[in-house]
C-alpha cells in the first residue's frame, strides 16, 4: 500500500520537470523553509557517480563524529533511500511526518523532484553538515536554487537528459558548471572541453577550483580490497578531496582538523581503515556471486563498467536489460558488445522504456543475439543494467522471490 506521500508525488507524472529557476524559491518561501545559518551544505554535481561521491563523503563525515545528511536520487525500492542520516535511511513515518507538516497547496504548484528537495530542509534540520545531489541539471536545480552551498563537487560530466539540458557536451557542461560557488572540485573528467569550460568559469567568477589528476594509492587499494568498481575510487577520490578543502577552507568546520593530521601521509590511509562500507544499492552491486546490478544508463557509464569489466570473463556475461528510448540504447550496447554473450530483454512497464521492436532492431543491426529473460541459471553470469527502473524491478521481483535462480 502507498504511503500519502508516495500516492502525492504517483499524480506528479515524470519526476523531473522543465527547469524554472524562479519556481522552486518561490514556494520555498511561501512553506517557510531555509536550511540553518549554522548548517554547511555541500552540493554534488555531475552526470556519473554523484551518488557514491556523495555517499562516501557522508561515510567520512561521519566517522569522523559529525552529524551529516545526504540526499540522493533517484531510489529504487523506497523514497526512503533519498534520505540518509549517519548511516541509516530514514524511516517512512519520518518523512510522511515531514511532509504532513508541509503546505499541501504550495507543494501541488512543485514538480516530483521539488517536493523531495523541500522535504529535505525538513529531513536535515538537525544535521552539522548536509551533501544535497543535484537532480539532473546544475544551475537551474532545485538543488541549487533553494540552498546556498558553501562547497560544490563536480563528478564526470558526459552526455545524458538532452531534452532537458542541451544537445552537446558544451551546453551540458555550462548548465552544470555554472552552479559552481567560490570553493569548488572537480572530479575526472573524459572530455576536454569539460575542464577547459570549468576553467573559463573559474577565472571569471575568482573561484578556488582544485583539479583532480591522480588517485592516491591508499584509494586503489581500498578499493580492489573492497572489491569495489574500478570506477569507484575515481569517485572516492573526489569525495576525499572534497573533505580537504570543506575542514581546511569552511571557518565552521576547522574544528574537525583536530581530529584528523592532514599533513600526515597516514592521515587518508588511517580514515579508510575506520569507513563503513558504501551502502548504496545498484552499484556494480553483487547480488549473488554471479549476479551483478548497474544503474548505467548512459554511455560514460557503460565506458566506466567496461574498465572495470577487464577483469572479468569476456564474452561470458549475460546482460538483462532494457532502455528508455532517449537513453541511446544502441550506443550503450555497442559499447557493452564484447563483454556480452547474449541479451535478455527485461519487461519494464514504464511509458518511456523503448518500444520492444525498437530494441530488437538495434540488436539485430549490432548482430547481438538476444531473446525474452525467462529465468536465471545458476551456472551462468548475470549484469542487470540499463536504467534505476531495470534495477529496481529485477531487484524487488529476485527478493520478492517472483526471480529465482534455476
Known amino acids: 500500500m502507498m504511503s500519502r506521500l508516495e500516492c502525492f508525488l504517483k499524480q506528479k507524472g515524470a519526476e523531473y520537470a522543465p527547469f524554472n529557476p524562479k519556481r522552486a524559491p518561490r514556494l520555498l518561501e511561501k512553506l517557510h523553509l531555509s536550511f540553518n545559518k549554522n548548517q554547511v551544505i555541500i552540493q554534488i554535481i555531475g552526470t556519473n557517480g554523484k551518488g557514491s561521491t556523495g555517499r562516501f563523503l557522508a561515510l567520512m563525515l561521519k566517522a569522523l563524529g559529525v552529524r551529516v545528511g545526504h540526499f540522493t536520487s533517484p531510489h529504487l525500492l523506497s523514497l526512503c533511500e533519498r534520505f540518509w542520516i549517519n548511516g541509516e535511511s530514514v524511516r517512512e513515518s519520518a ?91 572537480l572530479g575526472f573528467q573524459r572530455e576536454k572541453e569539460v575542464v577547459s569550460i570549468a576553467g573559463q568559469i573559474a577565472k571569471e567568477r575568482d573561484v578556488e577550483l582544485e583539479r583532480l589528476k591522480e588517485i592516491p594509492q591508499s584509494i586503489l587499494e581500498y578499493v580492489k580490497a573492497h572489491h569495489y568498481p574500478s570506477y569507484q575510487a575515481q569517485n572516492l577520490t573526489l569525495a576525499w578531496q572534497g573533505l580537504v578543502m570543506a575542514i581546511k577552507r569552511i571557518p565552521s568546520l576547522k574544528k574537525l582538523e583536530s581530529k584528523i593530521d592532514f599533513n600526515s601521509n597516514f592521515a587518508l590511509k588511517s580514515l579508510l581503515q575506520t569507513l563503513p562500507p558504501l551502502d548504496l544499492q545498484g ?124
Open 95 to 185: 518523512l510522511e511526518s515531514a511532509f504532513s507538516s508541509l503546505d499541501l497547496q504550495v507543494l501541488k504548484e512543485a514538480s516530483y523532484f521539488e517536493v523531495l528537495t523541500f522535504l529535505a530542509f525538513k529531513i536535515f534540520k538537525d544535521c552539522k553538515i548536509v551533501i544535497l545531489e543535484a537532480g539532473l541539471g546544475g544551475e537551474y536545480d532545485s538543488t541549487t536554487t533553494c540552498s546556498t552551498p558553501k562547497l560544490t563537487l563536480f563528478t564526470s560530466i558526459g552526455m545524458d537528459h538532452e531534452d532537458y539540458l542541451g544537445t552537446s557536451i558544451k551546453e551540458i557542461a555550462i548548465t552544470k558548471l555554472n552552479a559552481m560557488v567560490k570553493l569548488s572540485v
Open 283 to 406: 552499484r556494480f552491486q553483487s547480488l549473488t556471486p554471479k549476479i551483478f546490478l548497474d544503474v548505467l544508463h548512459n554511455t560514460d557509464g557503460a565506458k566506466a563498467l567496461l574498465e572495470h569489466y577487464a577483469n572479468f570473463n569476456r564474452n561470458a556475461t549475460i546482460l538483462i536489460y532494457n532502455s528508455y528510448s532517449d537513453k541511446n540504447p544502441k550506443a550503450i550496447l555497442s559499447l557493452l558488445k564484447p563483454i556480452i554473450q547474449r541479451v535478455e530483454i527485461f519487461q519494464v512497464e514504464n511509458l518511456r522504456v523503448i518500444d520492444k521492436s525498437a530494441l530488437e532492431k538495434i540488436l539485430q543491426e549490432l548482430e547481438i543475439p538476444y531473446c525474452d529473460f525467462v529465468a536465471l541459471k545458476k551456472e551462468s553470469q548475470y549484469l542487470v543494467c540499463g536504467s534505476f527502473s531495470v534495477v529496481a524491478k529485477f531487484l524487488r521481483d529476485f527478493k520478492a522471490k517472483k526471480i529465482e535462480e534455476k
